[in-house]
Structure formats: C-alpha cells, structure tokens
C-alpha cells in the first residue's frame, strides 16, 4: 500500500510549487518591480524565484515520501517507481505545449506573454520534480553507503 501512496503523495506536491511559484512571483513584482533581461521582462526573476521554490518544495516533498516509503538502500526502481506520475505528467504536459505552441508560435507574441510562463511551469514543475528525486535518491545511497 505504501508503494502506491507514496508516488501519488509526491505528485501533489506540483500544486503548492505552481502556487507558490505564481504568488512568489507576484509578491516580488509588486515590491521590485520586474526587470528586463534577455529581451523579456521578469525572465531570469522568474527562474530564480522558480528553482527556490521547487528546489525547497520537492526536496521537502522527497523527505516526507521517503517517511512514508521507508526504502533502505534507494536505487533506480525506486526512483523510476516514485517518479512514475511525474514521467507521465512531462510527457503530457510537453506533448500538450509543443502543439500549443506551433499553432501560437511565441514569435508572435507583442505583449501579454503570461500563457508562454505558464505553459514553461507546467512543463518544468514535473521535470524538476523527476530531477529532484533522482538527486535526493542519489544522495542517500551515498549516505547509506559510507
């Protein structure tokens, strides 16, 4: 039973970072005010404030499904076993905005640019969520290691 709790507790976590993320962001504009790097207003704040916030958010997801999890010596099936709901979501998630966005090429896009930040959340929530899993896994197989 916990093998099957466990992966569907760490996909709820993709809600508190979207949320967070979005209100985090918006906490800042109203305070700093967004800059314009790279050709596009609020981009390289917008991805710090987004790798705090899922960096601090999965690695605290991945701490309390390991609670629930309880695995010894991590290794690759409990990553892919944990991660599975992730894999599925980014693949969606990816299939879903290429097409939106061949048919509204970002090239095309003068102003309101809001649509382009969140398709790019919703794609990268469950990649770093995959990411972050791997890497927490790795570090305590070293930890159980040594």
């Known amino acids: 039973m916990k093998k099957i709790i466990a992966p569907i507790a ?3 976590f993709v809600v508190p970072v979207f949320i967070l993320t979005l209100n985090v962001w918006s906490l800042y504009e109203s305070i700093f005010g967004l800059r314009s790097f790279f050709g596009r207003q609020g981009d390289l704040e ?3 404030i987004f790798l705090v916030v899922a960096i601090g958010t999965f690695y605290l997801g991945n701490f309390l499904i390991q609670k629930i999890d ?5 290794n690759m099936v409990d990553h892919l076993w944990q991660s599975a709901l992730f894999y599925v979501l980014f693949i969606y998630q990816a299939i879903q905005q290429l097409s939106w966005l061949k048919q509204y090429p970002i090239s095309e896009c003068q102003s309101d640019c809001h649509g382009y ?3 790019a959340l919703l794609v990268l929530i469950p990649l770093f969520g995959i990411i972050i899993n791997a890497l927490y896994l790795f570090q305590r197989r070293k930890e159980n290691v040594i």
């Open 70 to 74: 309880r695995v010894k010596q991590p």
């Open 46 to 48: 917008g991805s710090i």
């Open 117 to 119: 930040a969140m398709g």
């Open 10 to 12: 760490y996909l709820l």
